[in-house]
T-cell receptor, first 113, second 112 residues
């Protein structure tokens, strides 16, 4: 089983729509969580961290359910510029080290006018 | 502010040829450095990471190697490329107290 699983999509939504992505992780020892965004043929860029109480950054809302080992990303009022692949990322620490990041394969989003 | 550079941006190499990709970081000291590969339609695969000069950990055995000759320089090499080495190679850095990683612009490698 992969450490991080995502629905690959693609999700095709009109401008202004609300879209949600889900992600599950396998290791309950995972300790921090992130969403990255990757544009076509570009490097991944950090979109937002995911906190246990849930957090919001403008039109983006991230939630974490540790009991279910489930992470979500909600995008409201979608813009054309939101078209990208969204990567779910989980950090697992090893002892006193920072640990390593595990990346999902990504969920592709296309927003159409 | 910190910046990360990679070169070349794109590379086309014949099978069996050597490879050297370079990554440098500016604006930080003693970063953790990472090499990832992203094959077409697949997720990011961690290849190597380094916590300091001369310290390299390999995550996946293959015909690639990495070196860290200076604090802010990370090099990915191969003596003989395979077709399966084609992909998008990404270097990333992480500060000593942070868990997030920041990626360079990547090198797109095509082995023919």
């Amino acid at each position: 089983r992969k450490e991080v699983e995502q629905d690959p999509g693609p999700f095709n939504v009109p401008e202004g729509a609300t879209v949600a992505f889900n992600c599950t992780y396998s290791n309950s020892a995972s300790q921090s969580f992130f969403w990255y965004r990757q544009d076509c043929r570009k490097e991944p860029k950090l979109l937002m961290s995911v906190y246990s109480s849930g957090n919001e950054d403008g039109r983006f809302t991230a939630q974490l359910n540790r009991a279910s080992q489930y992470i979500s990303l909600l995008i409201r009022d979608s813009k054309l510029s939101d078209s990208a692949t969204y990567l779910c990322v989980v950090n697992m620490r090893r002892g006193s080290t920072l640990g390593r990041l595990y990346f999902g394969r990504g969920t592709q989003l296309t927003v159409w006018p | 502010s910190q910046t990360i550079h990679q070169w070349p941006a794109t590379l086309v190499q014949p099978v069996g040829s050597p490879l050297s990709l370079e990554c440098t970081v500016e604006g930080t000291s003693n970063p953790n450095l990472y090499w990832y590969r992203q094959a077409a339609g697949r997720g990011l695969q961690l290849l190597f990471y380094s916590v300091g000069i001369g310290q390299i950990s390999s995550e996946v055995p293959q015909n690639l190697s990495a070196s860290r000759p200076q604090d802010r320089q990370f090099i990915l090499s191969s003596k003989k490329l395979l077709l399966s080495d084609s992909g998008f190679y990404l270097c990333a850095w992480r500060g000593a107290l942070k868990e997030t990683q920041y990626f360079g612009p990547g090198t797109r490698l095509l082995v023919l």
